[in-house]
């Protein structure tokens, strides 16, 4: 692994905000910073990074495997008693999961290694389908980097391809999240996008509009009946506010499903470290 110091676009920051990337400072500080980049080999892709997360993934859902039967486990990962049987079933019925974000340390010297997991909420979407790929090819077309160079990078093509997977009838699917908080309402709006491209009929509904209707099912500001949502708003809140009762018989199709909630804690780490 090499690390490249780079001199940063003159307009990056006007391109990222023409493509709707408004969050590349954060309190002041630079988010986004292209002043270096790191170029790996083939090997170090596969063994490096693609193995181990492989063999973590497969960690995690053995974990929620024998986390759904565990009160001792449940317990361990703060899932609220109420709720227990509820995240339990949406394991046991094989409630599809759309995407998760493993944050690692990674050296080029060995395995990477897991900082944490963001099963439930990850973000970080837009900036890795689109805007690095975007960076990608201005370094190309500018000769900063070499014509062949290419990114460990095919997030938007298997988020497109899971979106398809998950509804091969397609139809329509609500996205919800907080309107007031950019990043992630431009994730939101960079999903619903790719769900476009998979043939799916999205509707956006801000995460404090849903209702509840008269038979106990979820409603949008409109009153459309919710049947199939990504919400990016933490199962950990959402297990305790004052929808969580309903939920088990609401028969709606959630993305995230309720078992991430067992992988969205950091008790996970220890409990990793013991297997």
């Not at 905000?17 to 596969?46: I, K, M, N, P």
């Not at 493993?102 to 290694?113: E, I, L, W």
């Not at 909420?121 to 062949?148: C, K, N, R, Y």
């Not at 199939?228 to 309903?246: G, N």
Request: aromatic letters at 12%; proline letters at 6%; glycine letters at 6%.
């Amino acid at each position: 692994m090499e690390r490249l110091s780079l001199v940063p676009r003159a307009d990056w920051q006007a391109r990222a905000e023409a493509v709707g990337f408004t969050w590349h400072h954060e309190s002041g500080e630079r988010y986004w910073d292209e002043s270096a980049a790191y170029a790996l080999s083939l090997t170090e892709v596969e063994d490096g990074l693609e193995a181990p997360t492989a063999e973590l993934h497969q960690m995690c859902l053995d974990l929620v495997d024998e986390a759904s039967g565990s009160e001792r486990l449940m317990e361990l990962l703060e899932i609220p008693e109420a709720s227990r049987d509820y995240v339990a079933d949406s394991w046991k019925r094989g409630e599809p999961s759309l995407y998760g974000r493993f944050d690692f340390a990674y050296d080029g010297t060995g395995p990477a290694k897991l900082y944490e997991y963001n099963a439930d909420t990850p973000t970080s979407v837009f900036e890795t389908a689109v805007f690095q790929w975007l960076w990608l090819e201005d370094g190309i077309a500018s000769g900063v980097l070499p014509p062949d160079a290419d990114q460990f990078n095919s997030l938007h093509e298997k988020l497109i391809d899971r979106f398809r997977a998950i509804f091969p009838e397609g139809g329509f699917v609500h996205f919800s999240s907080d309107p007031e908080f950019v990043e992630d309402r431009q994730t939101v709006r960079f999903l619903e996008d790719l769900a476009r491209q998979a043939g799916l009929d999205p509707k956006f509904v801000a995460i404090d509009q849903i209702g509840l209707n008269a038979d106990g099912r979820f409603v949008d500001d409109e009153n459309w009946l919710i049947q199939a949502m990504f919400k990016l708003y933490p199962w950990e809140q959402m297990l305790r506010d004052d929808y969580a009762e309903p939920l088990p018989k609401a028969d709606v199709t959630v993305l995230e499903p309720a078992w991430k909630a067992l992988l969205s804690n950091k008790g996970l780490l220890p409990l990793l470290w013991e297997r």
